[in-house]
């Protein structure tokens, strides 16, 4: 049910005489569940809505619209709580956090809608029957599911919820239904790995193309893993046989369907893929093909200039050999300008967690004062800030890395272009 805010003037809604108050309960006879519904009819010619006015009357009226015209109507809430996640997983990065961070923190979000709308990738352990059907009858497409197995049993032991095993059911019935999906492992050395990861993978891509990526990230493991599942972390001779399995299995399937997080790459000590191996890169918010894209932007980006200023690139320990080439490449094409490369290891963490984007602004701070070097700024991608903020993991501001550190901070927009310009102008 949508409780009506108001009308907007011009709006079919208002010609209908709804009001403020009213109560917007069924479309074509199935339930108004969210402004999901509401957004998916209003796109549509014809359709009946069912309207249950403040005086307690329900009427059902049949809508004739033209492509250009619009119900016009505004809720009291879209109705988009999050839903959580029900599941224990062996692996649960957010079992891992320590305590007195942002709330949002240890939010675990499981909510096919926010798939749907924001890329976040869901299991569907909490998905009833009416949540599959309003899917395919929605169309809410694509959608980015965490597979992780597709044996069902095995899933059942590694999400530690008996009702994890219809993984296999649900992508049959989404495919069949029309619905594209992008999937991901995350790759639980010892579990899911091997024979299984054999098997995940020739499973999804019977649906292709309607499945048409399986991602395979590596578990991240802070210090914070007292009295959790023991899982090994991945070295550099495992990372190599990773690679070598997504490339046969790629070469099987004659599509590049298996794609690997760039941090396999960064581990085994080998480069990334090449840029066109990644498509439309419809994996890289999970740390697929960033490399390779940035690589291509900054590389079409280079050009002559002159800027006088000496720089510290800040970045994690897995991507600090690539960091470091980038740098020393802009300085071939920039004259005047110097670079070095600090690799910060994460100690908020843990050192086996070596990306990026999860340094905290302590670890930043402690490692650029020991590192004591003489530079005029520091350089560091957005993806170590919350999103639209200036806040690190651990609460520090940007502000303060500067008072701490004594320079100039510049944050770049995670771009090789946005790279480029930040060692070039001011």
């Known amino acids: 049910m949508l409780k009506i805010r108001s009308t907007e003037k011009n709006g079919i809604g208002r010609e209908l005489g709804l009001k403020r108050g009213d109560e917007l309960l069924c479309f074509d006879g199935h339930p108004a569940v969210d402004i999901l519904d509401y957004l998916y009819y209003d796109a549509k010619n014809e359709f009946s809505i069912t309207v249950r006015q403040t005086n307690g009357d329900v009427s059902t009226c049949e809508i004739e619209k033209d492509d ?23 692996f ?40 599959i059907e309003r899917i395919i009858r929605l169309n809410l497409s694509p959608l980015y599911v965490s597979v992780h197995t597709m044996n069902g049993e095995l899933r059942k032991k590694m999400l530690r919820n008996r009702f994890a095993g219809r993984i296999a059911d649900y992508v049959k019935r989404l495919a069949e239904g029309g619905i594209t999906m992008h999937t991901q492992i995350v790759l639980a050395r010892g579990y899911n790995d091997g024979k299984e990861l054999d098997y995940s993978a020739r499973e999804l891509f019977k649906f292709y193309p309607r499945v048409q990526t399986m991602a395979v990230v590596p578990v991240g493991m802070t210090k914070f893993r007292e009295n959790l599942t023991h899982i090994d972390d991945i070295d550099k001779e495992y990372a190599k046989e990773v690679i070598d399995q997504a490339r046969r299995l790629n070469k099987e399937f004659g599509v590049n369907f298996v794609q690997l997080g760039d941090e396999f790459y960064f581990r085994a000590g080998e480069a990334v893929e090449e840029y066109e191996f990644y498509g439309a890169f419809p994996q890289i918010e999970n740390g697929i093909g960033t490399t390779a894209k940035f690589d291509r932007e900054l590389k079409i980006s280079l050009e002559e200039r002159e800027y006088h200023r000496s720089f510290l690139l800040i970045c994690g320990t897995s991507a600090a050999e690539y960091i470091r080439g980038a740098g020393k490449l802009v300085e071939k094409y920039v004259k005047g300008i110097k670079t070095e490369t600090l690799a910060v290891k994460n100690k908020f963490f843990g050192e086996s967690v070596n990306c990026t984007g999860l340094l905290t602004g302590g670890d930043i701070a402690a490692a650029v004062k020991d590192y004591g070097g003489d530079y005029d700024c520091l350089v560091m991608p957005r993806h170590v800030l919350k999103e639209n903020t200036d806040l690190f993991l651990d609460g520090m501001t940007v502000g303060r890395l500067k008072d701490i550190v004594g320079k100039e901070v510049r944050i ?3 771009t090789g272009e946005g790279f480029f310009r930040s060692l070039s102008e001011d």
């Open 68 to 90: 250009d015209e619009r119900l016009g109507i505004n809720f009291e809430s879209d109705n988009l709580a999050i839903r959580t996640c029900r599941n224990n997983c062996v």
């Open 92 to 131: 649960c990065f957010v079992d891992q956090m320590p305590r007195g961070m942002r709330d949002t923190l240890y939010v675990k979000d499981d909510d096919y809608r926010q798939s749907f709308l924001c890329g976040n990738f869901v299991t569907l352990t909490n998905a009833e029957e009416e949540d």
């Open 412 to 414: 770049t927009d995670g």
